[in-house]
């Protein structure tokens, strides 16, 4: 599957380097929980430590959804010859995640709220590395029912309509759910840390520790003031919840497997209009096919609802709010340029850094054809961009007319900043394709797994390519952002294109070299 692996040393590197960011934020919230004002109230240490708990249930559970993750670690056709049952290979999958860099740092800000949490509340080690163990394998375990629920939302006939219609549901529900009252942050200034009274604190971490992800939180806390019994009772029910859990997650896979697996009735089905039955320019023709096969592909049609969602939520948990606080003026900036560079980045990266992956026999029908292989990879290019161009326009009209906020500086800034990264994303996305080709079963059954090397270049691909918008936003301070940032995203923009323009040359010719091999690698069972 991945070829050659690279020595001991060099893996082990990489898994630190990806892992580091976890050391400040386990510093970070161990400072905050062990800080004087915050150690000292109850109240407050109860609610710190139950929302990190749910916040980072939150995060483990969507992380496959939100970064466009909608694989199965657990193939049973792949290893449907092995002698292991399909439960213990979903089980010990599953487990297998927590062992990934992701978790470390994803998991960072929980542990270092607890040891900050025991510094000033000794606990027994035992019993809280045990409760914590459940905790993680139950985050584990209901991320799958995640993954596998969307799995097999995707293999749905409508799958789009039914995104689309789950989309304008969660709208109106959200609609009738009141915002968080965020207007003592106002009063923090003053009053410091009681601006918020300790009946809400109180009243916020009671609601956070009786649902599941905050049974950590609570049997941490009973286990600090002596309550063995209810630290117990926190330990079965997670371990209650844990097993459901890996029961639906079970029951949710074999499904998606019997469904992919299933030929289904005999329908008669109405033909496909054809859209090639007019003869045209040959450009268009390719084109045409690219936008085709990008909108069946279910992939695309998740990617696209996601960017919608985190507005949504964002707006639901009165996040503007605190990033008005934090940032003051340029927080419609950030938020705006974030949401429309981030749905540019999941549709571009997604696509264009395996571009072949997706339409392994159509590449083999091409090179069969009288055709260049450059024309293909100039039509895929352009096809990508536009998409990652027109769903970062669309975030931008729906946080306008959602928020009603952001103005035409904002947002001439998001696209500006769209048109910066792009090219960064294609040019990167062209080698990578050429030099990382790795299959993309169609049918969502199995998944090959990019090269942890070719992963790691599109993460920074990524962020050269963000790294204008946020320079030009740092160098406005907290004020509004002005046309002269504007001015600098265009000029990094036209740098990008001029990149890109003079590679693109060189990757045509890597592709006529490497084309079999590339050919080799996409098509492979």
Request: hydrophobic share 55%; net charge positive.
């Amino acid at each position: 599957n991945q070829g050659k692996r690279p020595s001991k040393v060099l893996a082990v590197l990489g898994f630190l380097l990806s892992a580091s960011p976890a050391l400040g934020l386990g510093a970070g919230f161990y400072r905050l929980l062990s800080w004087g004002p915050v150690a000292e109230s109850p109240a407050w240490c109860a609610f710190v430590l139950n929302l990190s708990c749910f916040v980072t249930t939150a995060v483990w559970v969507t992380w496959p959804i939100m970064s466009a993750g909608v694989d199965d670690h657990s193939e049973l056709s792949r290893y449907s010859a092995f002698p292991i049952s399909p439960f213990r290979l979903l089980f010990a999958s599953t487990l297998a995640t927590l062992a990934e860099p992701r978790a470390l740092v994803i998991y960072a800000p929980l542990v270092g709220a607890s040891l900050g949490y025991a510094q000033n509340h000794p606990v027994p080690w035992g019993p809280a590395l045990l409760l914590f163990a459940l905790y993680a394998v139950h985050n584990a375990a209901w991320s799958r029912v995640g993954l596998h629920l969307v799995l097999n939302l995707l293999r749905q006939e409508r799958s789009a309509e039914i995104l689309g219609g789950g989309f304008l549901v969660t709208l109106f529900l959200c609609s009738l759910i009141p915002p968080v009252d965020t207007s003592w942050l106002t009063q923090v200034g003053e009053a410091g840390l009681n601006a918020l009274g300790a009946d809400v604190l109180l009243n916020a971490a009671v609601a956070l520790g009786r649902v599941p992800p905050g049974f950590f939180g609570d049997g941490l806390w009973a286990l600090a003031h002596g309550a063995r019994f209810a630290a117990a009772m926190d330990m079965a029910l997670l371990g209650l919840f844990t097993a459901m859990g890996f029961s639906v997650a079970y029951a949710l896979l074999l499904q998606f497997h019997r469904a992919v697996g299933r030929a289904g009735p005999r329908v008669a089905v109405a033909a496909d209009s054809n859209p090639f039955q007019r003869a045209g320019p040959r450009p268009h023709a390719l084109l045409l096919r690219e936008w085709l096969d990008l909108w069946r592909n279910p992939r695309a049609r998740l990617l696209a609802a996601v960017p919608f969602l985190m507005a949504i939520l964002l707006k639901l948990l009165s996040g503007r709010s605190l990033f008005l606080y934090a940032l003051g003026p340029s927080a419609d900036a950030w938020l705006l340029g974030g949401l429309a560079l981030y749905g540019a980045v999941v549709i571009a990266s997604t696509f264009a850094q395996n571009t072949f992956a997706y339409d392994g026999h159509g590449f083999a029908a091409f090179l069969a054809a009288p055709m260049s292989a450059g024309d293909v990879m100039r039509a895929k290019n352009r096809v990508h961009a536009l998409a990652a161009l027109g769903l970062g326009l669309l975030v931008v009209a729906f946080y306008v007319a959602y928020f009603r906020a952001g103005g035409l500086p904002e947002v001439v800034l998001a696209v500006v900043a769209m048109l910066s990264l792009l090219p960064v994303l294609l040019t990167a996305g062209n080698f990578l394709s050429l030099y990382f080709p790795v299959k993309f079963h169609a049918s969502l059954k199995r998944r090959d797994k990019l090269p942890f090397a070719a992963s790691m270049l599109g993460v920074a691909a990524a962020s050269a390519g963000a790294a204008p918008f946020a320079w030009a936003l740092r160098l406005g301070g907290s004020a509004r952002p002005g046309w002269g940032a504007v001015g600098l995203l265009a000029v990094s923009a036209a740098g990008g294109w001029a990149l890109y323009a003079l590679t693109l040359p060189v990757t045509l010719r890597l592709l006529d070299a490497r084309r079999e091999l590339v050919l080799r690698a996409v098509t492979r069972d």
